[in-house]
């Protein structure tokens, strides 16, 4: 199709994004297609779609023009749309009639705006600018981009205060483009998308809120527990949780209820001072939304990589993944910024403590807490109590020295459990001949043996490592979250099949191994039940704090 007919066939409509991350239920490249021909039965005019892939299994069913894009993760840990000429050839040639691509900042330094003309040189199809400001949008149309989108509004650390659809924004677009705007992000209803039409949109994307039926759900399920929880006075905290890659946040009830919840970039290699400010953006723009929906929280938990000292908030270590990140004091610097008072701690040691308040773990004393993907995270509860250890460095399970003089680690060792059992592990064991571990565990669920043995791999050296845990604190349960994880119940049941060659007695434990359910957010509501602990310690102690429900 040529440029002229695209842009008739996506004038004034609606754009569908069809897809599904890592983890999700509806990771399969023939239920994209089939989000995608109930989207074009709606009325969508046309698709857009991630990887060539379901760009082919979308293409086997339709002819309505797809636009390809490539997510791809780079050495930073954070993921680019369409990063190089070869990543946007391999869409068109599944069947992409145009190709979007990073044309922020970051996406710049990359090279986007050189590789916008090569694409519509050599390729042939129309070039997609996913832009954050006007300045971005400017660049790429100037270098030669057909279309820019407001994709990346709120995703980069220069506009991650941008939390909501804003109409303003795609009115400042249009006018400071010379090229047609097309809206895409964070719209959630009919009414935002007239609103982008209004404000000059040349067409509107909409993804999560048609697509993802666990996104929508939550939204249902978070307006039934906000009322609920303020018809029966629940009290709320505000759950940030901070990973080397994104920054999760929510309001969360006592009564452990997501209230609203949000997710932002981590300026992760900018230093200590820009780590806080943004911590203490978050936290304000989480108050605010707060007072949108009714809620007063009392008190901030907030969660980070990086071993934290209870008491104080102070980061006690952190590794090189967060530069200048041991020493800083987030509780107190984040509380003098809001007047709340906040409560820290580890991540994995938080989503522990979710699991204990919230999950698995309400009638279990004794458990260790696991969370698999980029690194491996552990916390461990003992005798009821979470295990902090005496210079609060315990649960450092990721760091059990599996192979001497093995792989380098970023902790500076090597031969550390943690690179053997990571998402780049997987991926190394499948033969890196997928892109991402969502890739090999999807492939291993189709019935693909060198992925089903890539897991399997990966489950040994987990066992072996976790071996020496289970002998030395007996738990009742081994509870397994992460990315690795989702969706992944061969690993779970590979690691228990490996565990019982390793442990002894193994039959008498009757260990239970088991994957979380408290899903994506797992972290935010383990700050919270932190924050909820914290406030219920303060109370006994008879220092004033809002009650809640514990």
């Not at 020493?327 to 003098?336: Q, S, V």
């Not at 989503?351 to 308040?357: S, Y």
């Not at 902790?411 to 059992?421: D, H, K």
């Not at 989702?486 to 779970?492: D, G």
Request: aromatic content about 6%.
């Amino acid at each position: 199709m040529t440029l002229h007919d695209l842009s008739q066939a996506i004038r004034g409509k609606l754009i569908v994004s069809c897809q599904a991350g890592e983890g999700d239920a509806f990771r399969d490249s023939g239920l994209i297609a089939r989000f995608a021909i109930a989207a074009i039965a709606g009325g969508a005019a046309a698709i857009r779609a991630d990887g060539p892939a379901d760009i082919r299994a979308i293409r086997a069913l339709t002819r309505v023009p797809v636009i390809g894009i490539e997510k791809v993760q780079q050495e930073d840990g954070a993921r680019l749309i369409t990063p190089s000429f070869e990543s946007a050839k391999a869409l068109v040639e599944a069947g992409a009639d145009m190709v979007a691509l990073d044309c922020t900042l970051r996406g710049q330094r990359s090279g986007a705006l050189e590789r916008i003309p090569e694409i519509r040189r050599k390729l042939h199809v129309p070039v997609l600018a996913d832009v954050a400001d006007v300045d971005q949008a400017v660049a790429a149309a100037g270098a030669g981009a057909d279309f820019v989108l407001s994709t990346l509004r709120g995703y980069t650390e220069e506009t991650n205060h941008a939390q909501d659809f804003d109409s303003e924004f795609i009115a400042e677009l249009s006018r400071g483009a010379n090229v047609p705007v097309i809206a895409e992000g964070r719209i959630f209803s009919p009414e935002q998308a007239r609103s982008a039409i209004a404000s000059g949109a040349f067409a509107v994307v909409v993804g999560s809120a048609i697509t993802r039926p666990t996104e929508i759900t939550r939204r249902f399920v978070a307006a039934i527990q906000n009322e609920w929880s303020r018809r029966n006075a629940m009290s709320t905290a505000i759950g940030i949780d901070m990973g080397g890659t994104q920054t999760k946040w929510g309001l969360v009830s006592s009564g452990g209820g997501l209230l609203s919840e949000n997710t932002t970039p981590t300026p992760a290699k900018a230093g200590s001072r820009a780590l806080l400010e943004h911590l203490k953006g978050v936290a304000q723009g989480a108050i605010s939304k707060a007072a949108e929906i009714g809620r007063e929280p009392s008190i901030i938990g907030v969660a980070t990589a990086g071993w934290v000292e209870a008491p104080t908030g102070r980061v006690a270590y952190a590794i090189d993944n967060l530069p200048g990140w041991t020493g800083a004091r987030l509780a107190e610097e984040i509380a003098d910024a809001t007047g709340l008072p906040v409560a820290a701690e580890n991540d994995a040691n938080a989503l522990a403590i979710a699991e204990k308040h919230f999950g698995a773990a309400k009638s279990l004393h004794d458990f260790v807490c696991l969370t698999l993907g980029t690194g491996l995270g552990g916390g461990c509860y003992i005798g009821g109590n979470l295990n902090r250890g005496a210079h609060y460095f315990a649960n450092a399970i990721g760091h059990i020295p599996l192979v001497p003089g093995g792989l380098p680690c970023s902790c500076g060792l090597r031969g550390c459990l943690e690179v053997y059992v990571n998402s780049a592990a997987l991926v190394r064991y499948a033969g890196d001949s997928a892109a991402s571990a969502a890739d090999v565990i999807a492939a291993a669920n189709a019935g693909e043996q060198k992925a089903t043995n890539a897991i399997r791999i990966l489950a040994s050296h987990l066992a072996h490592g976790l071996a020496f845990v289970v002998a030395l604190l007996d738990p009742e349960a081994l509870i397994l979250g992460g990315g690795l994880v989702e969706n992944n119940e061969a690993l779970v049941t590979a690691l228990r099949g490996e565990l019982a060659e390793l442990v002894s007695p193994w039959k008498e434990r009757d260990l239970i191994v088991m994957p979380s359910k408290l899903g994506y957010y797992g972290g935010v509501l383990g700050a919270a039940a932190l924050a909820f602990e914290r406030e219920t310690n303060s109370k006994s102690s008879n220092s004033r704090v809002t009650s809640c429900d514990f």
